[in-house]
């Protein structure tokens, strides 16, 4: 019985395919599988079974070294808002995995526009509150100044800010 769990214990799973059924039949499969994760960056998100009580942990882990694998992580999550907000945080470019429908989107989107001024480009521009993420935009990276739709009202504010935070973002005036 011994040499069973040390083998358990040691258990390594490759970070180019899912567990084995026979796998996650090893006792502390999950506790193993997070201990992997924190140790390596693997395995990949994809293989990781989204059933695992931990899933949440390990695609937080996971998503703070490639926030683009969010659009691999079910929407339908009761933590998806926990684990996106994490991703758009790590890579603002995340935000066009996360379903513009959501009711937490603003949220996430202005997470995502405050890391990174150029994800302003994944938000829909119809929204309400488009205006508001355009200037945080701007405001953290002006020469996002492109993404946004010149015949918006706020546009020569939009265009003001952007040019104090880059002169750069003079050439999209």
């Known amino acids: 019985m011994t040499a069973y769990f040390q083998v358990a214990c040691r258990a390594h799973y490759s970070v180019l395919e899912p567990p084995s059924f026979w796998q996650r039949l090893y006792p502390y499969f999950e506790a193993r599988l997070l201990h992997q994760v924190r140790r390596s960056n693997g395995p990949r998100l994809e293989f990781i079974p989204t059933d695992v009580s931990n899933y949440g942990e390990i695609a937080k882990l996971l998503l703070m070294h490639n926030g683009y694998d969010l659009y691999r992580v079910p929407t339908d999550r009761a933590d998806y808002a926990e684990i996106a907000k994490l991703a758009v945080q790590h890579e603002g470019w995340a935000l066009q995995y996360v379903p513009p429908d959501r009711a937490d989107y603003g949220e996430l989107a202005m997470f995502a526009v405050q890391n990174n001024g150029y994800a302003i480009n994944d938000v829909p ?39 104090q935070q880059d002169c750069q973002a003079l050439q999209y005036v």
């Open 125 to 163: 521009t119809g929204r309400d509150d488009y205006g508001e993420l355009a200037r945080h935009a701007v405001q953290q990276e002006g020469q996002a100044l492109q993404d946004v739709p010149s015949n918006r009202p706020d546009y020569g504010e939009l265009a003001k800010l952007a040019v």
